[in-house]
């Protein structure tokens, strides 16, 4: 059941690539909040895990879409393969009749670098492997997909990265392979938005703030309910969001008539939580990317005042 002031997207269908957990998983919920039809995919699902060998399976968040009010669906998608991904549109084509919303959220990159590390002692096969997994799984799925999302004019993708492109631009990201892979998806959005644009489609790139997602939660011993309990070791994580925060942002995105005057841009969460007036699940906006310019960046002390 739809709350009052949550965005409307009863009939419309989406695709997240990438669901499994963490941002994906917010979106897909998000999408199911406001009364879309969300097909799930990734790895990790029947009974298989992708290599990052955690818990958490596509079925899960498939079942957590139907709880919010939508209709979950999930297929087990190597976005690596282009016959897989290829299926997978057919079989949305068949039994949806359309797709309108694409989120390409497939990172798995979490392993395959070393931060702060110079290119030549980082493992190149590894290194290399992350830009299959975080650039080359996206464009496959756009590939296919797109073919089907282009036949109604008002169609949305939402290329998920880490970093505002302002912020990217002047700042070294973890490791010469996590950067170029997310400036790469960021450009990814702007040519999306070229080739969409004659069909009334729009293509952005989106980044969350500090992500509290499944993995970061056990990086720091804490759970979703007793996150602030991090701070204790790391303290600008005070202004951390739960995945679905970025989850609304996408929906909102998804439910805006208008939506086309953000086609080819970089946002973030917490630009659109002040824009479409959503907020993350205790009621507050954190607006990271801000905070961590103002904040984190220049070595102030930490503290989220003025920025929720």
Request: charged share 20%; with cysteine.
């Amino acid at each position: 059941m739809q709350s009052a002031g949550m965005p409307d997207l009863s009939g419309r269908v989406a695709l997240v690539a990438g669901a499994t957990r963490g941002a994906g998983r917010g979106i897909a919920v998000a999408l199911g909040e406001a009364g879309a039809t969300v097909w799930c995919t990734g790895r990790s699902g029947g009974g298989q895990r992708s290599e990052y060998d955690r818990p958490e399976t596509i079925e899960e968040t498939a079942e957590l879409v139907t709880a919010a009010g939508g209709r979950g669906i999930a297929v087990r998608v190597d976005h690596l393969v282009p016959a897989e991904v290829a299926a997978l549109v057919d079989r949305i084509e068949a039994e949806s009749g359309r797709l309108d919303v694409l989120v390409n959220d497939v990172w798995g990159g979490e392993h395959r670098f070393t931060r702060d590390v110079p290119v030549w002692e980082q493992d190149l096969d590894a290194g290399l492997r992350l830009f299959q997994l975080a650039v080359q799984t996206h464009v496959v799925t756009s590939a296919h997909a797109l073919r089907l999302l282009s036949r109604r004019p008002g169609g949305l993708v939402v290329e998920m990265t880490d970093g505002t492109a302002a912020y990217n631009e002047v700042t070294y990201r973890v490791s010469v392979f996590y950067d170029l892979a997310k400036v790469a998806v960021t450009r990814l959005a702007f040519s999306q938005a070229h080739d969409l644009r004659p069909y009334g489609g729009t293509a952005v790139a989106l980044t969350p703030g500090w992500l509290r997602s499944e993995m970061m939660l056990d990086n720091y011993g804490v759970t979703e309910a007793t996150w602030r309990e991090a701070t204790r070791v790391q303290p600008h994580f005070c202004i951390s969001e739960s995945p679905l925060f970025v989850g609304r942002a996408v929906a909102a995105l998804a439910a805006d008539p208008g939506v086309e005057r953000w086609s080819g841009q970089s946002l973030s969460s917490g630009q659109l939580a002040g824009v479409y007036g959503f907020t993350d699940v205790d009621g507050t906006r954190p607006d990271c990317w801000r905070y961590i310019t103002e904040v984190q960046d220049p070595g102030r002390p930490a503290g989220d005042e003025g920025y929720r």
